[in-house]
């Protein structure tokens, strides 16, 4: 069998069949994959082939809070211009905030890392970091709060 980066036309149904695997095991309920999470799942190279892809889709449906996949955790390395140009992706490379994927970091640690990391970027300004994450402002202040992401 040719590996997934050789087969780009499979890979809309394969992440369709992953959601609702990973939506039922972690009852969850993403039901809606934007277009340009899809272009950017197409886009890229997967080495790791049909195993990446579904550890991708799979953290993306753990830290979905939401009826669609999530594009802030998706997580791979950025598409070439051409490619994403292409697809109709545009990415900017300053928006990125990286994590090591190997394991070695737990959820709330994910998760204090991005909100420390946003917040930072943002010049501690809760209403434009909530927009950046894509959640609400008292959610934010329940996370700022529940981490201890006072400024210093």
């Not at 997580?75 to 490619?83: G, K, S, Y």
């Not at 190997?102 to 917040?119: C, E, K, N, P, Y």
């Not at 434009?128 to 210093?152: C, F, N, P, V, W």
């Amino acid at each position: 069998m040719p590996a997934l980066r050789q087969r780009k036309e499979d890979i809309e149904e394969l992440v369709m069949a992953l959601v609702a695997e990973f939506n039922t095991k972690a009852n969850k309920r993403v039901r809606y994959v934007p277009p340009e999470v899809m272009a950017r799942l197409q886009a890229h190279d997967w080495s790791g082939n049909v195993r990446q892809l579904r550890n991708v889709i799979e953290r993306c449906i753990l830290l979905s809070n939401d009826e669609e996949l999530p594009a802030e955790w998706l997580q791979l390395a950025p598409v070439h211009e051409a490619q994403a140009s292409q697809h109709g992706v545009v990415q900017e490379g300053s928006d990125w905030i990286h994590l090591p994927l190997d394991g070695s970091m737990a959820l709330d640690d994910m998760d204090r890392h991005i909100i420390q990391t946003a917040l930072e970027r943002h010049g501690y300004n809760v209403m434009a970091t909530a927009r950046a994450l894509g959640t609400t402002r008292e959610t934010l202040r329940y996370r700022i709060q529940k981490y201890g992401l006072m400024k210093s």
